[in-house]
């Protein structure tokens, strides 16, 4: 259970902070367009509004709890990364270090220059692909949903980390062996799979499955006792389904909670893969704003973990500038990215009252989080609807809950 304080005693206006469950009950749950939702927020180390409200599972009227399990997708991206990044501390690989080190049938990896599969027109990458580059989403790589190119649609033929019975992360790594990349490594911004090939890479530099890395590195040390890649037979009651809204706007079934995909999985995505709860992951966000320990754990060094929130974007130009593809989990202007994490550079151009050096995510089922080191304040915002492009939760939810501080 989650301890709370009144938000006078951490600095914020609880009339104010009371508006963000006003909000959302007044223009989406009430609405049916959103099931349910958790809203919480945290400052100074403590939590001082948690607000849960509609239902979990629609179907059967199932409340939704402030201890519900949801699938947090994306959010799932800076989990791994820095897990990763654990390595590193280690001595284990260094940030450019060419990711055919570590994946041999990645050399000689080409740029498409047309054609479509299996019969691509391709030319050398203009250098090799980092493991930086992995980590910022310079890659090369794409994402199967972006219909925005032959490679994409390569990805969605083949079926490239889309759950299949007795896939796996190599099946995956390989597939991308036979694949050109989109653009060279360095060259552009482009959400992709690249998260996916660094669970990969936890596996082959550590020697243990990604899930037992993240179990005994980060999960267990925080407590974060609901977070994992599957759901387990004795935690099903308590998980949500999964929403989508369909072309005609309305809100169908998308993974019933109670028969559920991620109830027996052999594809373990870094890049969307876990589940958790509001609670879980307010314990792995108060580490980030912490510097990297929780209740006397330490999970990564302040040093480290300040260099991953900076903007690594080339001239310490904002997205708009150097991203390219229709989706990602951030508006561009005003916004940079580092290592695993977007970071607000600009509030004025990104239009949000956030304050800069803020660093963030969100997950396709529209959950979202944000860490504030200047305002030392956290956000968890957990739903379960898809696509996260939906509504802009985060613009609304910034603007809620930064008109309450004193």
């Known amino acids: 259970m989650l301890d709370i304080v009144t938000p006078e005693s951490v600095g914020l206006d609880s009339g104010q902070l009371a508006r963000v469950g006003e909000h959302l009950a007044k223009c989406y749950v009430q609405p049916g367009k959103i099931p349910g939702s958790i809203a919480l ?30 699938r947090i997708y994306s959010m799932s991206k800076p989990v791994t990364t820095l897990a990763l990044m654990t390595l590193l501390e280690r001595g284990l690989f260094s940030l450019d270090d060419r990711v055919d080190r570590f994946i041999p049938a990645w050399k000689g990896l080409r740029v ?26 310079t890659s090369g790589l794409t994402y199967d949903f972006m219909h925005a190119s032959n490679v994409d649609a390569a990805y969605r033929k083949l079926r490239l980390g889309r759950l299949q019975e007795d896939y796996t992360l190599q099946d995956m790594i390989d597939q991308l062996a036979q694949l050109p990349l989109e653009f060279s490594p360095g060259e552009r911004w482009n959400y992709s799979v690249a998260t996916d090939v660094l669970g990969y890479l936890i596996e082959v530099i550590s020697g243990q499955s990604l899930p037992d890395y993240m179990h005994s590195v980060i999960f267990e040390p925080l407590g974060m006792v609901d977070t994992a890649f599957q759901i387990s037979a004795d935690k099903v009651s308590r998980f949500a389904s999964c929403y989508e809204r369909n072309l005609q706007k309305q809100v169908v079934l998308s993974d019933d909670g109670q028969d559920s995909q991620f109830a027996s999985r052999s594809f373990y995505s870094g890049g969307g893969g876990l589940v958790s709860t509001t609670a879980d992951y307010y314990r792995f966000c108060q580490m980030l704003l912490n510097g990297g320990s929780l209740d006397g754990q330490r999970i990564i060094g302040p040093r480290t973990l300040a260099f991953m929130t900076r903007n690594h974007l080339p001239g310490g130009v904002d997205m708009s500038q150097f991203a390219t593809g229709s989706f990602s989990e951030t508006v561009y202007e005003g916004v940079g990215f580092g290592l695993g994490f977007a970071s607000k550079v600009d509030a004025v151009s990104n239009g949000f009252p956030g304050s800069r050096g ?6 396709l089922a529209s959950t979202l989080f944000w860490v504030d080191p200047a305002e030392e304040l956290v956000v968890v915002f957990m739903t379960q609807l898809i696509p996260s492009s939906t509504f802009n939760f985060r613009g609304q939810l910034e603007n809620i809950i930064y008109g309450a501080l004193l």
């Open 112 to 137: 498409r220059k047309g054609g479509s599969y299996p019969m691509f027109d391709t030319v050398p990458c203009r250098r090799p692909m980092t493991i930086r580059d992995l980590m910022m989403h």
């Open 41 to 70: 927020v945290a400052r100074r180390g403590q939590v001082c509004y948690l607000d849960v409200q509609g239902l979990r599972d629609v179907e059967r009227g199932t409340a939704m709890t402030a201890d519900s399990i949801l």
């Open 358 to 363: 803020s660093f963030f995510w969100g997950g």
